[in-house]
């Protein structure tokens, strides 16, 4: 699984991973723990692929699929994904949440085919995230 998102001001390091236990609160937010008994495992790998220092544009791989995961993972660096409120997004200037599934792939439940799905960019990550 790869996606891209919008995320606000500009990532430090510029690529890494970030690793911590998801949790769900009773409000049902998801928050990171380093408790390995009251949370899942969650990895996420980060890496800017362009940047204006208001916005960067964020390639994301999973190394697992946790509930709201990147939404967490990027609030818990302090740069949250752009229209993302409920995890610290405080502006939103596509009018709409900064996160796309770039690609997934996963077997059919039913055949056992493999299956591929790539899907472009939107123009808006790119425009937002231009050099000004």
């Not at 960067?56 to 190394?63: A, F, I, R």
Request: charged share 25%; hydrophobic share 30%.
């Amino acid at each position: 699984r790869r996606y891209m998102a919008v995320v606000e001001s500009e990532i430090s390091p510029a690529e890494g991973e970030v690793k911590s236990y998801l949790k769900e609160n009773a409000a049902m937010q998801m928050y990171s723990t380093n408790d390995e008994k009251n949370g899942q495992l969650a990895i996420t790998q980060y890496r800017t692929v362009k940047s204006n220092g208001r916005f960067s544009l964020v390639e994301v791989q999973l190394q697992t699929g946790r509930k709201n995961q990147i939404r967490v993972h990027m609030h818990d660096l302090g740069h949250p994904i752009i229209g993302d409120r409920k995890y610290g997004s405080t502006c939103n200037p596509i009018g709409r949440v900064g996160l796309h599934a770039a690609s997934l792939r996963f077997k059919h439940p039913i055949t056992g085919q493999m299956l591929h799905f790539e899907s472009i960019i939107p123009e808006k990550f790119n425009y937002i995230t231009q050099n000004k």
